[in-house]
């Protein structure tokens, strides 16, 4: 049976009975974006990396939706990079053809990504091993095309991959010779990166990125190997890099929404967090310092991301319906689909009065998570209560 596709809709001006088309009547909990938000943030790295000649290939994991890749790229479908198959397929559907798949490659997975090759889709993907060398070329072979893959490198011991001296590395790449893979390059994430705040060792992060990445491209290249994409990125790197010799592209994503996360990391302001989620007031505690509202951990994920940094935000950061921060205000705690808001721990901020059914808003820590919960983005503008545009979002692997 087919799977049917949500199709992205632009609301037209309200008339009598449409009052769902505004913030006040919106059933919660619901996930929003502020589109002015996303398409700076959008703009800001995209500019970043073409004034240093680099490609920038969106990572589309964090917002899974055709409606955000094509304000990412406005003219024509560009490169993006995917985390899933199902991702692969459902860009496929909407024209992108150039595509990269950063996940170890598994048997099905070497399948079912020649299967997109035969239909023309540029996807390359990724391994660290001569087993998935051999592996990928049997896929290769028995749809009749010629795949193409990245070794993956690991530039911090954050994930998989081989390090830029490891002896595997001439190995992997005669391997895929052997098996008739074309090699499209290395590919790296400092993944690490995530765990830092100083803006030091952020640029000290990119810098290692960008150097381990450029070291093993030159060890394939002496090796006798072309090796003609470098690939680096994460959004904290993207951000703070001062020197992109030797690299050739970069891949961030949750710098299209950003979150408390990147926040904590001194990636960017609250101003340029473009989810979060509605959620009504379904309670009060006054005696235990606690208001309730109807978004559990069904609605903003269980993803505690800030509790390691310096400042702990709990299950979320609360602000007004319009936006508006509440000082020291967060999600304290959260159940299947209660959150408990609270002042947070060693502050003298005073509870806010906030009545049954009062609307509220809810910035996310980590962007992909909190956006996964969802099926779609109701789309705003800063400053309007009036809801533009629903845009679904793919799910699945």
Same mark, same amino acid.
């Not at 990572?59 to 409606?67: F, N, Q, R």
């Not at 904590?264 to 606690?290: F, H, Q, R, Y």
């Not at 845009?391 to 699945?396: D, I, L, T």
């Given at each position: ?14 008339g009598?009975?449409? *009052? ?6 919106? &059933? ?6 502020d589109?002015?938000?996303?398409d ?34 406005r003219?024509?479908?560009?490169p993006?990079?995917?985390s ?16 990269t ?5 598994a ?28 592996m990928l070329? &049997? &896929? ?16 911090d ?14 190995v ?5 010779v ?18 830092l705040? *100083?803006?030091?060792?952020?640029v000290?992060? &990119? ?27 994460s ?10 010799t ?17 926040l ?7 101003n340029? =967090?473009?989810?979060?989620?509605l959620a009504t ?6 005696e ?16 505690r ?54 609307? =509220? ?27 533009e ?9």
């Amino acid at each position: 049976m087919p799977r049917l596709e949500m199709q992205g809709t632009d609301i037209p001006d309200a008339g009598p009975g449409e *009052a769902t088309k505004t913030l006040g009547a919106l &059933a919660t909990p619901a996930l929003l974006l502020d589109r002015d938000r996303l398409d700076r943030n959008l703009t800001g790295l995209s500019s970043r990396m073409a004034a240093r000649g680099v490609v920038l290939r969106s990572h589309m994991k964090t917002a899974k939706s055709i409606d955000v890749a094509r304000r990412a790229y406005r003219s024509e479908p560009g490169p993006i990079t995917v985390s899933t198959l199902a991702e692969a397929e459902y860009f496929a559907r909407h024209g992108f053809r150039d595509m990269t798949y950063a996940v170890g490659l598994a048997p099905h997975t070497a399948e079912r990504a020649m299967r997109l090759r035969r239909a023309g889709i540029d996807l390359k993907v990724l391994l660290d091993s001569p087993e998935q060398a051999t592996m990928l070329g &049997a &896929a290769g072979r028995a749809t009749g095309v010629t795949p193409s893959a990245f070794i993956e490198i690991d530039c911090d011991g954050h994930r998989g991959g081989l390090t830029a001296e490891d002896s595997k590395l001439i190995v992997v790449a005669a391997a895929l010779v052997e098996a008739g893979v074309r090699l499209a390059g290395i590919l790296t994430h400092a993944g690490e990166s995530y765990s830092l705040c *100083a803006p030091d060792a952020l640029v000290a992060a &990119a810098e290692n990125e960008r150097a381990v990445a450029v070291a093993a491209a030159t060890r394939l290249r002496a090796a006798g190997h072309e090796c003609p994409v470098v690939s680096v990125g994460s959004t904290p790197t993207a951000h703070f890099t001062e020197d992109l010799t030797g690299v050739t592209e970069m891949r961030a994503g949750v710098y299209m929404f950003f979150d408390l996360v990147m926040l904590g990391v001194g990636v960017c302001t609250v101003n340029d =967090i473009a989810i979060s989620v509605l959620a009504t007031v379904i309670g009060t505690k006054p005696e235990k310092g606690w208001i309730l509202v109807d978004a559990g951990w069904m609605a903003l994920s269980r993803d505690r991301g800030t509790a390691a940094q310096r400042v702990d935000q709990g299950y979320g950061l609360v602000c007004d319906v319009s936006g508006n921060v509440y000082s020291d205000l967060i999600v304290a705690q959260a159940s299947q689909e209660h959150g408990i808001l609270a002042i947070r721990s060693g502050s003298g901020e005073a509870l806010p009065d906030l009545p049954i059914g009062t609307k =509220i808003r809810i910035l996310p820590n980590h962007a992909c998570a909190t956006a996964s919960q969802h099926e779609l983005y109701n789309v705003v503008s800063a400053g309007s209560d009036t809801i533009e545009a629903r845009w679904p979002r793919m799910r699945g692997w």
